[in-house]
């Protein structure tokens, strides 16, 4: 079965996940500046409320959510092209690669530049001039860059574009069940054990090593791919929609729970894209959006607006976020309203920026990737 769409040839629900997704993103920026989230979690759990700690969870867990959306979106809508020949594989990295390869450039020369004015201060001029060259066009060649922290995502997508084709081919040509084997595998040794691992350390436990190797497979970001896949052709159908919220909602507790007790033990531990349980409650939310998403037609022209713009709040929003973060002292302040704070003033004034810079083609296809 595929993808339904409505008005203007968009899918309806993807354009809602893309919208849920910018959102987890820009909260997981906002939860990583207002939480300890990467070390001293035990010492924030001790001295935090249990209600407090819980808010940090599921907040956490939410903004975990915004990848696999991305990434099930492009399996989604990627895996159907038609790709038989060697010209539709020319004509898929000229659009679509290459646009995006172009506006990553823009935004790592856009970001280094930022980075290194804010950071005068720090002694960035110390290098001089040619090596701050040099340091821009490293960073734009993906080597010892220096950026926002959010970039990572660019060379993984770029990666994962360059053999989009071929997994199309493989999905047409001999179906996604014969690719269960490998996709297995990657779930077992590339999600199941670091979660194994990660419980072990947590008790105190040796971790267990592997052999196989995670790159001699496939990323495992190409599961969250080939998932989207899997949901667009209504690999889920069998299941009734109240049993798919049920396991959804489970699933999203559990891992709100095991996020809750990581906090409480000494070993930092962040639940990240690796964690199994993340792949299925994305699965599960993405499932509930492809049947439940006419049930929201009255937010359609909000959320198609967003879903547009998604890519460009991606690029603009950390930059306005970082700028608060460095510049404003919030010690005073709650760990809710900073959280609420840096999320609706970055993502807000994202919106306005884009707005406003929108009407210049330049920016509008190059810098925000707005299409059409």
């Not at 979106?73 to 038989?84: N, T, V, W």
């Not at 935004?107 to 090596?131: P, R, T």
Request: with cysteine; charged share 15%; hydrophobic share 50%.
């Amino acid at each position: 079965m595929q993808e339904k769409t409505l008005t203007g040839g968009r899918s309806y629900y993807l354009d809602i996940a893309r919208t849920i997704a910018i959102i987890s993103i820009s909260l997981n920026h906002a939860v990583n500046r207002t939480y300890d989230n990467y070390f001293g979690q035990m010492e924030e759990f001790l001295e935090s409320s249990y209600l407090s700690s819980l808010l940090k969870s599921v907040a956490t867990v939410f903004s975990h959510l915004g990848v696999p959306l991305f990434l099930m979106i492009s399996g989604a809508l990627l895996l159907h092209k038609r790709m038989e020949t060697a010209d539709d594989v020319k004509r898929f990295y000229r659009h679509n690669l290459l646009e995006l390869f172009i506006t990553a450039e823009i935004w790592y020369f856009i970001m280094y530049w930022f980075v290194f004015f804010d950071g005068i201060s720090s002694g960035y001029w110390e290098a001089g001039l040619a090596d701050t060259l040099l340091g821009c066009v490293k960073t734009m060649l993906f080597l010892d860059q220096i950026t926002m922290s959010s970039m990572w995502y660019m060379p993984m997508i770029l990666c994962l574009y360059t053999t989009i084709p071929f997994a199309a081919m493989l999905v047409k040509k001999l179906s996604l069940k014969a690719l269960s084997l490998p996709l297995l595998l990657a779930f077992l040794y590339g999600m199941c054990l670091p979660a194994l691992n990660s419980l072990l350390v947590l008790r105190d436990i040796p971790p267990m090593d592997t052999a196989v190797h995670l790159f001699n497979l496939c990323s495992i970001y190409y599961l969250y791919v080939f998932v989207g896949y899997f949901i667009s052709q209504g690999g889920l159908q069998r299941l009734r929609t109240g049993e798919v919220a049920v396991l959804t909602v489970l699933l999203f507790a559990l891992i709100c729970g095991y996020q809750l007790y990581a906090y409480s033990d000494w070993v930092d531990y962040l639940v990240d894209y690796d964690f199994p349980l993340l792949l299925l409650c994305a699965m599960g939310l993405l499932e509930l959006l492809r049947r439940g998403a006419e049930h929201l037609r009255g937010l359609r022209p909000v959320v198609t607006y967003l879903a547009k713009i998604s890519f460009g709040i991606y690029f603009v929003h950390i930059l306005i976020m970082s700028l608060l973060y460095w510049h404003m002292d919030f010690s005073e302040w709650s760990h809710l309203w900073t959280l609420l704070f840096l999320e609706g003033v970055s993502v807000g004034g994202s919106i306005l920026l884009i707005a406003l810079f929108s009407g210049i083609p330049f920016c509008r296809r190059r810098m925000f990737g707005i299409k059409g």
